[in-house]
Structure formats: structure tokens, C-alpha cells
């Protein structure tokens, strides 16, 4: 397993980020198209994106930095099958280097569904696992996406 970076994202990554995406994500948050997908990337401000690769060079994982103003936002994605096994941690762990602070958002309740029908877990446990602070006073509310804030500092 590796991780590289990049600013951009080339046809063939974006494919497949997209398809952990639309898998891994609950179906509110789907991206119907690629040209959907252009238009999300292209409100990143100044991003960088780590992409795990496993050993037959697939990718497996996809985490995102960007800006807003003085505050690096993240998100990370790791396809289900290897769930659980620290993939997660370690690319989270890739994003906090060289950061004073990550700021995020995350699903805090199990009430959506994935593609496939079944339930989309809440990830607050392994962002509490890996150090996050959750902001129950800070909340994201609309039609598509019900998530508390997430921060992470350096110690």
C-alpha cells in the first residue's frame, strides 16, 4: 500500500474516487455524473488529494485537503472491504502532517442509507479514535447532509 498526492486528479482516479464515493457515501450525498463530481472538485480551494493505492495499483482510498481563508478542511473515503484494518488511520494520519488543525464535517447519526441498501455507519467513533474534538454546537443542516463539526489539533 502507498499513498501519493496531487493537486489535480486525472480521468482515470477521478472514476474510481467517484465510484468509492457513490458506494461508501449515503446515497443523499450521490453524484449522479462525472460532470457533477467536476463541479464539486472545482470548489476546492487550492487542493490536495492523497490517494491510497493497494499493490495491484487500485485505488482503495481518497483523502482531500483545501482551504478556506486560514482554516485546511478535510475529508477522507476508504472503499468498505477494508474497513476496520487502520487503512483509515493512516491516511488521516497523512492529512494532520505539516497541519496545525483539520476542520471537517461528519455524519453523526446512522439513520442513511448507502447504494446497495444498507445503513451508512457514523464515523464519529473513528474520528474520536483518532483524536478529533466534536462540535455539537457547530451543524451542517440541509436536504442532503446532517453532520457536526469535527476538528483535530496538534498537540
Do not use: G, I
Given at each position: 500500500m502507498k499513498i501519493i498526492t496531487s493537486p489535480t486528479l486525472s480521468d482515470q482516479q477521478k472514476e474510481r474516487v467517484l465510484h468509492i464515493?457513490?458506494?461508501?457515501?449515503?446515497?443523499?450525498?450521490q453524484m449522479p455524473g462525472m460532470?457533477?463530481?467536476?463541479?464539486?472538485?472545482?470548489t476546492l480551494i487550492n487542493p490536495k488529494h492523497y490517494l491510497m493505492i493497494d499493490n495491484d495499483d487500485v485505488i482503495i482510498g481518497w483523502g482531500n485537503k483545501y482551504y478556506i481563508g486560514d482554516v485546511t478542511c478535510f475529508f477522507i473515503m476508504i472503499s468498505g472491504e477494508i474497513h476496520g484494518k487502520g487503512y483509515g488511520t493512516t491516511l488521516l494520519n497523512e492529512l494532520k502532517k505539516g497541519e496545525k488543525q483539520l476542520f471537517g464535517w461528519a455524519i453523526d447519526h446512522n439513520n442513511d442509507i448507502k447504494a446497495d441498501g444498507r445503513p451508512y455507519p457514523s464515523p464519529i467513533n473513528f474520528y474520536l479514535k483518532n483524536n478529533f474534538t466534536i462540535n455539537t454546537e457547530m451543524r451542517l443542516e440541509d436536504e442532503q447532509l446532517s453532520a457536526v463539526n469535527i476538528l483535530w489539533e496538534k498537540e
Open positions: 464515493w457513490n458506494t461508501e457515501y449515503p446515497v443523499k450525498l460532470a457533477d463530481f467536476d463541479n464539486f472538485l472545482n
